[in-house]
């Protein structure tokens, strides 16, 4: 199993987005070095998305002119729509990660749109970057649960799941927005969105809201994702449970699974704990609290 | 699998024996009732150790005195030598819960025995209760790793059941009293210990020092544990590793597994803030925090 497993770092991205503080360009870069001698192979650096709506994001053309090259290193940006992806193909990311939405009511207050609009979107987007001949993958946000809707059925996951590999996406990822899955629900989820896309790869992006984020990444890896995205000192908090930690930590799915992801612990916590105190944030790691 | 699990609430004992705080006896009562109110049917709710050594402990007689009795609910007082199980049984206590220990320094500093001798004095003790007709568990503490000798060997500990085994306790428990074990070292030695004290049940007592307490309880019950000890409010710290959280959450294990044990999920989040309130401690538990 280990052999075959992925971690993606959004430590850069999702964990920089709903924190407060605005980390300068410099500190996005060293933070993107620090997560590649750590053993990171592929990690989410940007996104390209409106810098009035999300300043954290202002300076992605920068940060992607700045990143730390290697052969063996995958860099990802992130977009919402057509114009995103033109932005993204106006840089030398590697790779697009799109999102679309599994409820109507969170698609309509966070991006203006229903849950088809923005699966619309994103088979379109899809399409844009596969032209262009650049890597592109897609995930359904909100997947397991909805802050307006609470649980969200499978089956809607499944049948968004179906409509974007028709697109041709390289991995479709189900991710909990905000942290409401139990292991189980993940476990099933996984199960049904893979037999749906097969062969295509599935990853899942989950957060630690309620403290089960290493509990489903394992459930996860278990019913067969690939790749799981992990954000080193669990940052990224939630905009819907203030206070709360972020993603689940890089360095807690490390030290659950050390032989999987080739990710060197002691710098993953040495880095958790340089990030916090560059974002003057109360540390929610406890791997890094604990070894730090 | 549901049906047959429990939980055994440990934050009257365990979970405040680590607290700096000192809890009235009348707090503590409340707490028991308040556990017992949210589903709780096996509770441990004092030690009778030295009340010099552990002053928070010194009011076991009155605590039980005052416990809400009902038919279906097991109480469980801690004793670790021959002196404590006689003073249980002064006491109209349910059940005795002995411990030893896995590893040598570990027992020399603790208690000043070797692992040893902590499971001679464990087996007269399991003998005494027996003789007087009291129910009588066993923990094997420091099962997974030992702050200072490091990962303790499986071997050792299954050595240690067998020996626990033979002198007739209900239960043996696996003890990772430091919150270092990995889900899929917690699976292991719930298998190798499972297979040598058969027919005996094996408990799983976790602490979520490394944010493992969840990942740790669903690993040991896949493994075929039949029962978690876990602690509302996450309570109980860690000698080791100030300022981390204690005992795996009972109301995390309660979110992971709904139907499991019975247990009555905003009940434990409200009682879990009343008593993170009471012993003025920064709340640790996610589940809390996040649905409080």
Same mark, same amino acid.
């Given at each position: 199993?280990?052999?075959? =497993?992925?971690? /993606?770092? +959004?430590?850069? $991205?999702?964990?920089?987005?709903?924190?407060?503080?605005?980390? *300068?360009?410099?500190?996005?870069?060293?933070?993107?070095?620090?997560?590649?001698?750590?053993?990171? $192979?592929?990690?989410?650096?940007?996104?390209?998305?409106?810098?009035?709506? +999300?300043?954290?994001?202002?300076?992605?053309?920068?940060?992607?002119?700045?990143?730390?090259?290697?052969?063996?290193?995958?860099?990802? @940006?992130?977009?919402?729509?057509?114009?995103?992806?033109?932005?993204?193909?106006?840089?030398?990311?590697?790779?697009?990660?799109? /999102? &679309?939405?599994?409820?109507?009511?969170?698609?309509?207050?966070?991006?203006?749109?229903?849950?088809?609009?923005? /699966?619309?979107?994103? &088979?379109?987007?899809?399409?844009?970057?596969?032209?262009?001949?650049?890597?592109?993958?897609?995930?359904?946000?909100?997947?397991? @649960?909805?802050?307006?809707?609470?649980?969200?059925?499978?089956?809607?996951? /499944?049948?968004?799941?179906?409509?974007?590999?028709?697109?041709? *996406?390289?991995?479709?990822?189900?991710?909990?927005?905000?942290?409401?899955?139990?292991? #189980?629900? +993940?476990?099933?989820?996984?199960?049904?969105?893979?037999?749906?896309?097969?062969?295509?790869?599935?990853?899942?992006?989950?957060? #630690?809201?309620?403290?089960?984020?290493?509990?489903?990444?394992?459930?996860?890896?278990?019913?067969?994702?690939?790749?799981?995205?992990?954000?080193?000192?669990?940052?990224?908090? &939630?905009?819907?449970?203030?206070?709360?930690?972020?993603?689940?930590?890089?360095?807690?799915?490390?030290?659950? =699974?050390?032989?999987?992801?080739?990710?060197?612990?002691?710098?993953?916590?040495?880095?958790?704990?340089? =990030? #916090?105190?560059?974002?003057?944030?109360?540390?929610?790691?406890?791997?890094?609290?604990?070894?730090?």
């Amino acid at each position: 199993m280990s052999a075959s =497993l992925e971690l /993606v770092e +959004v430590s850069p $991205r999702d964990g920089l987005q709903n924190e407060r503080a605005i980390l *300068p360009t410099a500190d996005k870069v060293e933070l993107i070095a620090r997560a590649v001698a750590a053993g990171a $192979r592929r990690i989410e650096v940007a996104s390209f998305v409106n810098p009035a709506r +999300v300043p954290q994001m202002a300076d992605a053309e920068a940060v992607i002119a700045a990143l730390p090259r290697r052969a063996d290193t995958i860099f990802i @940006g992130l977009a919402l729509n057509a114009r995103g992806v033109l932005r993204a193909l106006d840089t030398a990311i590697d790779e697009i990660g799109l /999102v &679309c939405v599994a409820s109507d009511t969170f698609g309509a207050r966070n991006q203006k749109q229903s849950s088809d609009q923005s /699966v619309d979107m994103a &088979c379109e987007s899809i399409r844009l970057a596969r032209e262009a001949g650049r890597r592109v993958q897609v995930t359904i946000a909100v997947a397991f @649960g909805c802050p307006f809707e609470g649980a969200v059925d499978p089956a809607r996951v /499944v049948a968004i799941a179906r409509r974007l590999a028709a697109a041709g *996406p390289r991995e479709i990822a189900v991710a909990d927005t905000i942290g409401v899955a139990r292991p #189980d629900e +993940v476990a099933r989820l996984v199960r049904l969105v893979r037999e749906a896309v097969a062969p295509l790869p599935v990853r899942v992006h989950l957060h #630690d809201t309620r403290g089960m984020g290493v509990a489903n990444g394992l459930a996860a890896i278990e019913a067969g994702a690939r790749t799981v995205d992990a954000a080193i000192g669990g940052t990224g908090g &939630c905009p819907f449970a203030p206070g709360a930690a972020g993603n689940t930590a890089t360095e807690a799915m490390a030290y659950a =699974l050390p032989e999987a992801f080739g990710l060197d612990l002691p710098r993953l916590v040495e880095t958790a704990r340089w =990030l #916090d105190a560059r974002l003057g944030r109360t540390p929610t790691s406890a791997v890094a609290r604990s070894l730090g």
